[in-house]
T-cell receptor, first 116, second 113 residues
């Protein structure tokens, strides 16, 4: 079956530091990949997505590239801010032939804390 | 933001009582999902719907049932609540886009005592 593995947290950084959160996946076919962010007390928000190999998703300074050869979708940001403190989830939507109901498989989540 | 609301937002109930959580959307999206979020487990799919009256089980469906009589509403029922069902429950929706990206509601925090 499909699975997503994220680097374990928590991750603690100083403001303006470079961020990488690793995500690798296992899936058959051609999955779509997503990063979601969850701020305290809120639901998940879609941060970025990629639907095919070598696609780069980007939003709010965050980027992730769909690497089929390494089955990875690592999240990066060049300069984090205190406001980026949140939980980040990597997710996968598997593709099963001509039928898909959009079911997602999530990683465990990585807590990011950014200090001033 | 996608128009998704969940009610109630917080609920405390006793073991053995039935509980119904409601998800309401204003986006006219076909697909709706219920997840639970627990520390150390991320999000796990309980049930999902691919149309009115069309539902199916997710990975943790035991003890839960769902109904969808209208496009905009998806109900999750705990038939007889147990302490193991204490969790935060999220509803999500998706439409017929290439990626089927999902949009989440604000969540319901349920405590079973």
């Amino acid at each position: 079956g499909n699975s997503v593995t994220q680097m374990e947290g928590p991750v603690t950084l100083s403001e303006e530091a470079f961020l990488t959160i690793n995500c690798t996946y296992t899936a058959t076919g051609y999955p779509s990949l997503f990063w979601y962010v969850q701020y305290p007390g809120e639901g998940l928000q879609l941060l970025l997505k990629a639907t095919k190999a070598d696609d780069k998703g980007s939003n709010k300074g965050f980027e992730a590239t769909y690497r089929k050869e390494t089955t990875s979708f690592h999240l990066e940001k060049g300069s984090v801010q205190v406001s980026d403190s949140a939980v980040y989830f990597c997710a996968l939507r598997g593709y099963a032939g001509g039928t898909s109901y959009g079911k997602l498989t999530f990683g465990q989540g990585t807590i990011l804390t950014v200090h001033p | 933001d996608a128009g998704i609301t969940q009610s109630p937002r917080h609920k405390v109930t006793e073991t053995g009582t039935p509980v119904t959580l409601r998800c309401h959307q204003t986006e006219n999206h076909r697909y709706m999902y219920w997840y639970r979020q627990d520390p150390g487990h991320g999000l796990r799919l309980i049930h999902y719907s691919y149309g009115v009256k069309d539902t199916d089980k997710g990975e943790v469906s035991d003890g839960y049932s769902v109904s969808r009589s209208k496009t905009e509403d998806f109900l999750l029922t705990l038939e007889s609540a147990t302490s193991s069902q204490t969790s935060v429950y999220f509803c999500a929706i998706s439409g017929n886009t290439q990626a089927y990206e999902q949009y989440f509601g604000p969540g319901t925090r349920l405590t079973v005592t």
